[in-house]
């Protein structure tokens, strides 16, 4: 079973911020926090990923509490080209370990 | 341009055929990874490979099976066991240095079987 929980669906306005939550209470010390987005009918992209401090590239923001059981993927400025489904999955940063999805969140962007 | 290729990309078999996925990967990783899809659902995991000549069952690989005889090569055989195999089935590879879950995906190929 994925480690994580993400709400269904979220929907955002073109230009405004999206914020997908994602819990991972049980999440251990060794394990990272990984994002990936796919847009229908096409193989997952990789967005971001961190273990305890906060993240930004040219994609995204990530954002990790203090206690690690909660992150937040911060998309700036939505388009409607991110419309798609966002995964968040914990795994540890080691070689015989493999990425496990959960259902993601559906976010729709709209104008 | 380095990157994973699947094929083919739409395939139809009849029941009880045997099938055979190609994904090749031109990016120098040492680890691949395949993944089924249904329908309004996330990825499940069939098998994965660290290396040449050695991979790993996943969450489902129950009537699928795989080789892994070189680097660039993991081709997966969706075997007359598989109960539904009808899905679509995304192929993966990562390095195996620190950033081992940043993974690059192909475009997939969707299988139906009438």
């Known amino acids: 079973d994925a480690k994580t929980t993400q709400p269904p669906s979220m929907d955002c306005a073109e230009g405004r911020a999206a914020n997908l939550p994602c819990n991972h209470s049980?999440?251990?010390?060794?394990?990272?926090v990984y994002w990936y987005r796919q847009i229908h009918s096409q193989g997952p992209q990789y967005i971001i990923h961190g273990l305890k401090n906060n993240e930004t590239n040219e994609m995204a923001s990530l954002i990790i509490t203090e206690d690690r059981k909660s992150s937040t993927l911060i998309l700036p400025h939505a388009t409607l080209r991110d419309t798609a489904v966002y995964y968040c999955i914990v795994r540890a940063n080691q070689a015989g370990t493999a990425l496990i999805f959960g259902k993601g969140t559906t976010l729709s962007v709209s104008s | 341009d380095g990157g994973i290729t699947q094929s083919p990309k739409y395939l139809f078999r009849k029941e009880g055929q045997n099938v055979t996925l190609s994904c090749e990967q031109n990016l120098n990783h040492d680890a691949m990874y395949w993944y089924r899809q249904d329908p309004g659902q996330g990825l499940r995991l069939i098998y994965y490979?660290?290396?040449?000549?050695?991979?790993q069952k996943g969450d489902i690989a129950e009537g699928y099976s795989v080789s892994r005889e070189k680097k660039e090569s993991f081709p997966l055989t969706v075997t007359s066991a598989q109960k539904n195999p009808t899905a679509f089935y995304l192929c993966a590879s990562s390095t195996s240095g620190t950033n081992t879950g940043e993974l690059f995906f192909g475009e997939g190929s969707r299988l139906t079987v009438l």
């Open positions: 049980t999440i251990s010390g060794n394990e990272y």
């Open positions: 490979s660290q290396i040449v000549n050695d991979f």
